[in-house]
């Protein structure tokens, strides 16, 4: 719905758009992030046609809005784009209806229409009992409301959104942010929403990340981290932990070592597989003690366990 292609935008020196590419669809809520300096609210202003880009073009349903003059743009701007800013912008001399109601009368709509749909924007914002309330008889969530229901009066194709929740308290924040949604699912309005709200940023439909006058890269389009190859790397240790079994059983068992001639504890020699195919030789001379006792015998009572690549040192003590 709204197209924006090859974006640049420079004030003096400083570029601060440096060729922005960009899709909004629509019925989605997108928001746009970055550090200060970025080029987010000019990106916002120059999608409202609030200012104008040095080259490149926005199209707004099928509109190159870069080519109207003043007053077709004036007036597309009425009929197509809401604005909500950080603060509520309200004229402190008129009522919340009446706030609501200017809009539609710019844009040539009778007082009869206009206050009819004002008051069914008021009561859908829950705001009908503060309909003749002026902007200093209202709290700061009400006051954000009410801006919300001006920006929705002439049934824009888009809300563009600077900040609407920067001046909130905490609850009213919450609120603001929900009404969002529920009018994007109530009315399929689209939402384009500057912010610095962590929260707000990760509950939209899209988030777009802007730095040094540049759309990043989404976090789907980019390669791999060398982060998430740890599961393959990590998913070879079971082999390589598989292979400690058959090491460790290529150790003897300690009752098939011979006894030595020279103590009664095995000799690390005879841990040598050739010491093992010796262990039964018939041809070993029995040493016996100074008195000439014999040793007692320390050969096995019984066979070693015969050695498999499964065998563990229990099953080979067993």
């Not at 997108?30 to 120059?46: C, E, N, R």
């Amino acid at each position: 719905m709204i197209h924006l292609h090859h974006i640049t935008k420079s004030f003096g020196t400083l570029q601060v758009l440096k060729g922005i590419d960009l899709d909004i669809r629509q019925g989605e809520v997108v928001s746009i992030v970055g550090p200060s300096g970025a080029g987010k609210t000019t990106l916002l202003q120059i999608m409202g046609t609030l200012d104008v880009p040095d080259d490149g073009q926005v199209i707004i349903r099928d509109t190159d809005v870069t080519r109207l003059g003043q007053k077709a743009l004036a007036q597309f701007r009425n009929r197509q784009i809401g604005f909500v800013f950080q603060f509520h912008q309200l004229l402190p001399e008129f009522t919340a209806l009446e706030n609501v109601m200017i809009p539609a009368l710019i844009g040539g709509t009778s007082r009869r229409q206009a206050r009819q749909r004002a008051a069914e924007l008021l009561d859908l914002m829950g705001l009908s009992d503060r309909a003749s309330h002026k902007p200093a008889q209202l709290s700061g969530g009400e006051k954000q409301r009410v801006a919300v229901a001006r920006a929705l009066v002439n049934n824009p194709a888009v809300v563009l959104a600077d900040e609407p929740s920067g001046s909130l308290d905490t609850a009213n924040k919450a609120d603001l942010h929900r009404l969002f949604f529920d009018l994007r699912d109530r009315l399929g309005q689209t939402f384009v929403i500057v912010t610095h709200d962590e929260e707000l940023a990760r509950s939209t439909d899209r988030t777009i990340h802007l730095r040094d006058g540049l759309v990043l890269p989404s976090p789907e389009s980019t390669p791999p981290s060398s982060e998430s190859t740890s599961p393959s790397s990590e998913s070879t240790s079971p082999s390589s932990e598989s292979t400690s079994p058959s090491s460790e059983s290529t150790s003897p068992s300690p009752e098939s070592i011979p006894p030595s001639s020279e103590s009664a504890s095995p000799s690390p020699e005879s841990t040598s597989p050739s010491s093992e195919s010796t262990s039964s030789s018939p041809e070993l001379v029995p040493v016996g003690f100074p008195d000439g006792s014999p040793l007692p015998d320390l050969a096995p009572s019984r066979p070693a366990a015969p050695f498999s690549p499964s065998s563990t040192p229990e099953t080979l003590l067993a």
